[in-house]
Structures are given as structure tokens and as C-alpha cells.
């Protein structure tokens, strides 16, 4: 029957979307990180309404930006370095309960009304301070959660996929409680979904062998080590130079966002969050499209796609005076935006050594929040002197001139990733001593 057909070729399709889950580790992981983040984007949308309620401050906008991402320059690297020689399941514990009690803080000085501007800096402070050290540790310890080495890049992408699906949800969710209940209620149900993460992380059984080496050197000479590894291996070097300026120049577009519902769009908290979600849903729709690939070959391609898609999407909004036209733009700039993103890390988590895994990948953490503090400030100081039109249409600039870099640089990155691709199998040397594919890279 037509029917069971139809289901016989989906099944295969959502096992292929889905095969990173078969690791137990990381089917505990998906579920707990799943719950949490839904609430993470809730604060975050509920944050900014609330800076921007309270002060009706461009300028504030941007500083509550710098101010949370700020930490990740100076301590992510040092985070990475204690990701490569202590217990990463360990670490995390403690980052996530840091976090909730920052969330918990949050909710009662709001519910109470006796919230004021520098709680609300303090508090970002502090949260910026516990994320520059949980990011870095929970992106290279996906590799101990995943059972099969190459399900790594799958695992990336519904990562992606979590964070987007949560980003998709939890700003709907948060513009409708902002409008009815405050936003009290959303910093509450943030601080309270951290518990999922914290019994997600007791549920798993991580072998002893996987977990990092303790007798290491000290502590700034792993430091230097990890970063000249990355600035003289060219692959890395490019990736996270073409991801720092799209951070810086780019993605401050989510910071003038309120000043586009409310100003130009003339909505309140609802316009916010439908905004906010289409961007969520552009960039779940890209993490699904890397979950569907079936190598990574050819990601060099997609980065210079993802960063034109972006670049396209945020000029668009900038010059949109319409609800409709605007969250479509959104979607565009959310795929772009995390593609790009996605794309990178499932690169250099293939490409970097085992030994400086929690380095290289604190690295990226800087190149991606490190930067986007300078971003944000420079987007607020801007918007309120050129206005925010002109400001997102020049960040679109900035990252169409890197993506163009990028490109031309595409030879020179093929041939120094080469040799690692044989080694691992993704490719295979013919006689004519031509690289090949293993599989059909479908794109």
C-alpha cells in the first residue's frame, strides 16, 4: 500500500536525522539540555524587555550585552584548559547550578519589585562569568556522550538543533508571559529547568577511560601551547577569524531586535517574541539540514553559504517596514546564522587533536561570545548615532567581506585538511593519489 511505503522511507530518514541518539549519554543529554534551554531563551527575551521597559535605553541594551558576554574573552581559554585535564561531567554540575541560582536571584528581586538597573548588570555579570566556563567544557565533552565516533558531526547539529528548537519555543512562550504575567514568572521557570540538565548529567555513565589525564603543565604554558597550535594549523586559524567577525559585526543584530518591534514595528512583548522565534526557526531549519548530511565534506562550501545567507537576512531586516517581510528575513538570518555556526564547530571538532580538544574548542567559544560583547556595545553606540538601520546594514557588510576572504582561502584549507581526512577514512586515496570520498556528499 502507498501508505506503508511512505512509512517504510520516512523511518529511515528520521533513524539517519536521529542516529547520534542511539549513545545513551547522549540521549540523557538531549532531553535534559532540551528542557533547560527552552528556559534559557525565556530569560533572555524576558531580560531584554525588562532592560528596555525599565529604561526605554538603546545604548543600555548594548551595555547589558557587553557586560554578559564580556567574561568569555578573558575565561574561556582557562575554561578549556581545565576541560583537557579535569572531569568535564563534574564541571558541568557546577556551572549548571551556578546558573540556576543566578536565575532564582533574578526572579526574586523582580517578583518582589525591588529590581533596579545595576541588579540586572550585576546579575548578567555573573551569569556571563558561569557560561564563559560552561560553554567551552560542554561542547568538548560531547565527544565522551556520543559511542560512535561518527555520529560526532550528527551530534553536533541536533545540539544546534536543541538550542534552536528551544529558541523557536521559548520566545513565543516568554512574549506571551511577559504581556500577561511580567517577567518574574520566566526567570522562574528558567531557574527551575536547570534541575533537568543536573539529573540528566547524574543519569550517565561515562567510562573511566574518557576521562581527561590529570598530570599536565601548568595551567598558562597548556594555554600558549593550545594557542599556537590553532594560530599555525591555517584551517583553524581561518574558521575562527571569519566566526569572530560575523560575532562581532553580525549577530549584534538580536540586541537592536526590541528597538525593531517596538519602534519600527510599532508592537510590544508579543512582536518581540514572534520575531525572536522566527529567528529560532530559521536556524532550527538549518541545524535539521546538517543533521541530514551525510559526511563532512563539502562544509567548507556551506560556511561561505551560511555567512551570505546571514549577511542577506540582517540587511533585509534592517530595511523591512513590514511584520511579515521581517520574520521572514529573521528566518533567513537564523539559518544563515547557525549553519555558520554549526557548520565550524563540526569542523574543527573533526579536524583539531584529542589532547587539545577543551583549547581549541574554548577558542571557538571566544570567536563566538568573546567578540560579540564589542559587537553589542559598538551596535548600541552606533544605533543610537546613526540609527539601527544603518548600524545592521554595515554589520551585513562586514560579514559579506569575510565570507568573500574565506572563499578565496578555500584551497589553501582543503589542502592542509587533506591528510587528516585519509587518515580518518573520510577520504580515500586512488591511484592516481587523488583524494576521493568515500560516500556521495549530498549538499
Not at 511512505?6 to 543529554?29: E, I, M, T
Not at 558531526?153 to 538543533?161: D, E, F, V, W, Y
Not at 560579540?372 to 545592521?392: E, K, M, Q, R
Amino acid at each position: 500500500m502507498p501508505s506503508s511505503g511512505n512509512n517504510g522511507a520516512r523511518k529511515p530518514l528520521v533513524r539517519h536525522l536521529l542516529r547520534a541518539l542511539r549513545s545513551r549519554n547522549y540521549r540523557f543529554f538531549v532531553v535534559g539540555q532540551g528542557v533547560s534551554l527552552v528556559g534559557t531563551w525565556m530569560q533572555q527575551v524576558a531580560m531584554s524587555w525588562l532592560v528596555y521597559r525599565l529604561t526605554g535605553s538603546v545604548m543600555l541594551l548594548g551595555l547589558i550585552g557587553f557586560i554578559s558576554q564580556l567574561p568569555t574573552l578573558f575565561i574561556a581559554p582557562v575554561a578549556g584548559v581545565l576541560a583537557d585535564r579535569w572531569d568535564r561531567r563534574r564541571l558541568l554540575f557546577a556551572t549548571q547550578t551556578l546558573a540556576m541560582v543566578q536565575a532564582g536571584i533574578l526572579a526574586f528581586v523582580v517578583l518582589t519589585g525591588i529590581v533596579q538597573v545595576w541588579q540586572i548588570i550585576l546579575l548578567s555579570l555573573i551569569l556571563g562569568i558561569v557560561n564563559a566556563c560552561d560553554i567551552p567544557i560542554r561542547q568538548s565533552f560531547v565527544v565522551e556522550m556520543v559511542e560512535h565516533r561518527e555520529d560526532l558531526g550528527n551530534a553536533i547539529a541536533l545540539n544546534s538543533s536543541l538550542v534552536n528548537g528551544a529558541r523557536l519555543i521559548g520566545p513565543s512562550i516568554a512574549g506571551l508571559l511577559v504581556a500577561t504575567v511580567g517577567e518574574g514568572i520566566c526567570f522562574v521557570l528558567n531557574a527551575i529547568s536547570y534541575l533537568a540538565v543536573i539529573l540528566a548529567l547524574s543519569a550517565m555513565r561515562i567510562p573511566p577511560a574518557s576521562l581527561p589525564r590529570r598530570h599536565r603543565l601548568p595551567i598558562l604554558q597548556e594555554l600558549h601551547a593550545g594557542f599556537v597550535y590553532a594560530y599555525e594549523f591555517a584551517p583553524i586559524r581561518s574558521i575562527l577569524l571569519l566566526l569572530a567577525l560575523v560575532s562581532l559585526m553580525g549577530m549584534p543584530y538580536s540586541v537592536l531586535v526590541p528597538v525593531f518591534a517596538k519602534e519600527v514595528l510599532h508592537g510590544g512583548a508579543h512582536t518581540f517574541g514572534f520575531l525572536m522565534g522566527a529567528a529560532g526557526s530559521g536556524a532550527l531549519i538549518g541545524t535539521l539540514y546538517l543533521a541530514s548530511r551525510h559526511s563532512v565534506l563539502g562544509l567548507d562550501r556551506t560556511i561561505v553559504m551560511a555567512t551570505v545567507f546571514f549577511a542577506f537576512g540582517i540587511a533585509t531586516f534592517a530595511l523591512s517596514r513590514n511584520f511579515i517581510l521581517s520574520m521572514s528575513s529573521l528566518v533567513v538570518a537564523g539559518f544563515g546564522g547557525m549553519t555558520l555556526f554549526a557548520s565550524c564547530n563540526t569542523v574543527l571538532q573533526t579536524i583539531l587533536d584529542e589532547d587539545k580538544r577543551g583549547r581549541v574548542m574554548s577558542f571557538f567559544t571566544v570567536s563566538f561570545m568573546g567578540v560579540a560583547p564589542f559587537g553589542s556595545l559598538a551596535a548600541g553606540s552606533l544605533a543610537g548615532s546613526i540609527g539601527p538601520c544603518a548600524t545592521l546594514l554595515l554589520g551585513s557588510v562586514g560579514c559579506l567581506v569575510g565570507a568573500a576572504i574565506f572563499a578565496r582561502t578555500l584551497p589553501q584549507i582543503r589542502e592542509k585538511i587533506r591528510p587528516i581526512y585519509l587518515r580518518m577514512g573520510i577520504i580515500q586515496e586512488d591511484a592516481s593519489g587523488t583524494g576521493i570520498a568515500t560516500e556521495e556528499v549530498k549538499m
